[in-house]
């Protein structure tokens, strides 16, 4: 629609997996990498820290060891939509993202409302911010991720 600009956006994945994500990178400060060290990694586009994922088979099982973000920021310049953005190098990444602010865990956590809580109680009610979290699991699930306000950057400044 042509008022696309100040709707609210929620975008999942990767611009491997979900193509409107690359229209929206300019807004975020993580890029996605591929090649070498890993098939997919995040990298930092200010501190050039890397974020790679790692797997490992314990027991038959599949252990990941992987990084996702949660970015929450106005669509464009002067605009009254909000995006957010759930990302990660791998599903693993993507899921603890939502996990981070809006879902349960694997045994029925509900650590989100209290990381929300942080988040507004530290930065305002309609902050512009992104954080970056690391995430473990198996083939079974994830574990619910966990952060602190250190880990949260504001985009306010950006």
Known sequence: PDDWRDSNLVLVGGPDFNPLV??????????????????VWLRHK??????????????????????????????????RGKLVLLGGSRTWG????????????????????????????EFGSDPSFIVTIKVTGSSDGIHPPSFS???VESLETM
């Open 46 to 79: 200010h501190t050039e820290r890397e974020y790679l994922p790692s797997f490992e088979t314990r027991e038959h099982f599949r252990i990941a060891n992987d990084h996702g973000f949660f970015l929450k920021t106005a669509v464009s310049q002067g605009s």
């Open 94 to 121: 993507v899921y603890g993202a939502a996990m981070l602010l809006g879902c349960r865990g694997i045994l029925g956590e509900t650590s989100s409302v209290q990381n929300v809580r942080g988040i507004v109680d």
């Open 22 to 39: 690359e229209e929206f990178l300019d807004r975020c400060p993580i890029e996605y990498k591929y090649g070498d060290k890993a098939e």
């Open 149 to 151: 306000l250190e880990d």
